[in-house]
């Protein structure tokens, strides 16, 4: 037998074919809704795969080898879709950029994957990468996917059809199991982002647990607002593609998220805390208005769109008061835990096996063991090869086989994991005291006023906090007051402290009182993306936000 007959065999062991096969089964099928000018445009598999056949037929025609990396940079949207299925059907490496990254963060990535072909979502970012061009002598084209550009995905496209489709059929079918298909940057809380290998074999086999754990659907409709660059985006997006289901892309503003759900109402929804916290806070408001319990169950299923069959909620921890109070009402959102490092899978809740508290129990063909130490060490068919060029870090996290994955937790007789912290954010007191600052932060954010919260006292005599408002809550909670609306004199405002206090007065009756925050101060700003004090999926950098504040910090110690 020839080589060229029995790799189609290997192609079946890899997603290069994955968009081919989603045409070919499901091809009248919805695969995606995107907000066009204020309508909701349909598009099936037929014509999504017919689509990424011809940009994979482009990025053919532009002289990209197999192997070769591609950077996708842009917003959730359906064309960053076409566009990683076409990278990976042309025999090419994925490597996404968060949209939020600055021309310095996109410097590292673009450079040290070696990239030799970037597509963006718009002439700004063009221009964001053009700024640090001068440092990617690897890179080559660059493409836009609006228009206003000299080299659009349109005309990308086009330059497909002048390509043979054979020489395409051709590079999927020379994919092996073994051969990367994408190299994720970690949005890590502290250091540069170091690359995560995934292979095809690792994405086959988390789409096999998705399916072996039977949660998904085949006439589910996902919303999906998460960034793409992320690994629980693309693994929502895999597991669509591998059961023929419909993604709703949301419109680009995370302020219509709660208008969209409601409009589209979806039946499957990943997320990260934030989100239900948002959601959380606006039905705490509906029972403050005097509303039944029977009135509020059925109003808080429609801010969900009135569809809702599971929601998802992983990325960060989440306080098991609010996933309660949403089963209460009938939508059930269920705790996962997983990394870039696993593909995103890891241990998952699903509706008939799920504990509060928990991040449930591990996926099909994963195995769970907790160290002396408390670390959660991970093993299975979905655990990342290594890291891009920096085999001392691959050494340190994968250890006979097993990933250290950085997180502590513990295992119940059932087999059910609970995360208790991260080994990087355990704070140790001046008196040796050990704290897990999560907790106690979650407890602090139930509070509608309250946006993020960040615990601090490493080597201190006592912990303290850092508190930021939600300007949504707390300038109505100001006008009706007759107080200034303006966040930076709120965060003096005596009547404000009064009320942060309190919070964090009924938070603080929970714990020793080693473990409770004596101090806190409350910033001028929330914490954002875009100052770099949050990952773009919402987490803290606890590392940047104490050097930003530093000076906060010691006064509360003085």
């Excluded at 659009?152 to 990367?180: H, M």
Aim: charged letters at 25%; one cysteine or more.
């Amino acid at each position: 037998m020839t080589e060229t007959t029995a790799r189609p065999r290997a192609g079946a062991q890899t997603i290069a074919r994955m968009s081919a096969r989603a045409a070919e089964r499901a091809g009248d099928r919805v695969a995606s809704r995107q907000l066009v000018d204020g309508s909701w445009r349909e598009t099936t598999y037929a014509e999504t795969g017919a689509e990424i056949d011809a940009v994979a037929r482009g990025l053919i025609s532009l002289g990209l080898r197999p192997g070769e990396r591609v950077a996708l940079l842009a917003d959730t949207r359906r064309e960053w879709t076409v566009v990683n299925f076409a990278i990976i059907a042309a025999g090419c490496v994925v490597v996404p950029v968060y949209p939020t990254s600055s021309a310095r963060e996109c410097a590292w990535v673009l450079g040290d994957s070696g990239a030799r072909a970037l597509v963006c979502e718009n002439a700004a970012q063009a221009a964001k990468v053009e700024a640090v061009r001068d440092r990617l002598p690897a890179l080559a084209h660059v493409i836009t996917i609006e228009d206003g550009s000299d080299h659009t995905l349109a005309q990308l496209r086009a330059r497909g059809g002048e390509v043979d489709p054979a020489a395409l059929e051709s590079r999927r079918a020379a994919v092996a199991p073994e051969d990367v298909y994408t190299i994720i940057y970690t949005s890590g809380t502290t250091g540069p982002p170091k690359g995560v290998v995934l292979t095809h074999a690792n994405a086959v086999a988390a789409c096999a647990m998705i399916r072996g754990l039977g949660v998904l659907r085949e006439d589910e409709v996902t919303y999906l607002f998460l960034p793409l660059a992320h690994v629980f985006a693309q693994s929502t997006v895999l597991a669509s593609f591998e059961l023929g289901t419909a993604i709703v892309y949301y419109g680009g503003d995370t302020t219509q998220i709660l208008p969209e759900l409601m409009a589209t109402a979806p039946t499957y929804l990943p997320s990260v805390p934030r989100v239900f916290e948002k959601l959380y806070a606006a039905a705490m408001k509906m029972r403050d208005a005097g509303l039944t319990e029977e009135s509020l169950h059925s109003r808080v299923r429609a801010l969900f769109g009135g569809r809702m069959n599971q929601a998802l909620s992983a990325a960060a921890p989440i306080a098991p008061e609010i996933l309660e109070f949403f089963s209460a009402c009938g939508v059930l959102v269920l705790e996962a835990w997983g990394m870039t490092e696993t593909t995103a899978l890891g241990t998952v809740c699903t509706p008939e096996h799920h504990r509060c508290g928990t991040v449930g129990r591990p996926a099909p063909g994963v195995e769970i063991r907790i160290a002396a130490d408390g670390e959660v060490l991970l093993r299975g068919p979905n655990v990342f090869r290594e890291y891009w060029n920096n085999p001392e870090a691959t050494a340190e996290t994968i250890v006979d086989g097993w990933l250290h994955t950085g997180d502590l937790g513990s295992l119940d007789e059932d087999g059910y994991l609970t995360i208790t912290g991260r080994k990087k954010d355990i704070i140790i007191t001046a008196g040796g005291k050990n704290l897990t600052p999560a907790n106690l932060e979650n407890d602090l954010k139930q509070s509608p006023f309250i946006s993020q919260a960040v615990m601090h006292g490493d080597r201190r005599p006592y912990p303290v906090a850092l508190i930021t408002l939600d300007a949504e809550e707390i300038v109505p909670w100001a006008r009706e007051r007759g107080l200034s609306e303006d966040l930076a004199e709120l965060a003096r405002e005596p009547q404000v402290l009064e009320l942060v206090q309190a919070v964090l007065d009924e938070a603080n009756a929970h714990y020793a009182q080693v473990g409770r925050v004596k101090r806190f101060a409350i910033l001028e700003r929330d914490l954002t993306i875009d100052a770099g004090e949050l990952t773009p999926t919402l987490k803290v950098k606890r590392a940047a936000v104490a050097e930003r504040y530093a000076d906060v910090l010691e006064s509360l110690y003085a």
